[in-house]
């Protein structure tokens, strides 16, 4: 873990014994920081900030099965090395071919393993900390919860 976000970490604790808060605005944190001498960092370069716009405006498109209606992401961001630095390029899913789809998919399920497996580190934690307390057991199996969604009625549909 790099020693600035460390730094972080033990001034977002600082924060919380100094204002006796538990649940945290960070921009109340970083305004307190500021006060204690930290410097604001850089302003983004317009170009970097203009490709992350992009970027996002890439991720959110949606677009609608022709067959099935159902919708699905257009556009996905497959990363790459070039040396030390990691990139991503931007593949449109109608037109690139298996093995990127195969692997932008391969990375977001690994995506999902890692968040599942913190839940339930956190979970275990939890748990153990309020041993007196009903345990929390979030379930890990998410076929039913798949399948409930890919067949549930299109919103657009619903009639109140």
């Given at each position: 873990m790099a020693r600035r976000t460390q730094q972080m970490q033990r001034f977002i604790r600082f924060y919380k014994e100094q204002t006796g808060e538990t649940n945290i605005d960070m921009h109340k944190v970083a305004e307190f920081a500021v006060r204690y001498g930290w410097a604001l960092p850089k302003p983004i370069h317009p170009l970097a900030m203009l490709?992350?716009?992009?970027?996002?405006?890439?991720?959110?498109?949606?677009?609608?099965?022709?067959?099935?209606r159902k919708p699905y992401r257009a556009n996905h961001a497959m990363p790459i090395r070039q040396g030390p630095i990691q990139l991503y390029l931007w593949v449109d899913i109608d037109e690139a071919p298996r093995p990127k789809i195969h692997k932008v998919l391969v990375n977001r399920r690994e995506q999902s393993v890692g968040d599942i497996l913190q839940m339930k580190l956190d979970e275990a934690n939890w748990n153990r900390i309020h041993a007196d307390e009903e345990p929390l057991n979030m379930?890990?199996?998410?076929?039913?919860?798949?399948?409930?969604?890919?067949?549930?009625?299109?919103?657009?549909?619903?009639v109140a």
């Open positions: 490709a992350k716009q992009f970027s996002a405006a890439a991720r959110e498109e949606i677009r609608y099965d022709q067959v099935t379930p890990t199996d998410f076929t039913l919860d798949i399948e409930w969604r890919m067949n549930a009625p299109d919103e657009d549909n619903d």
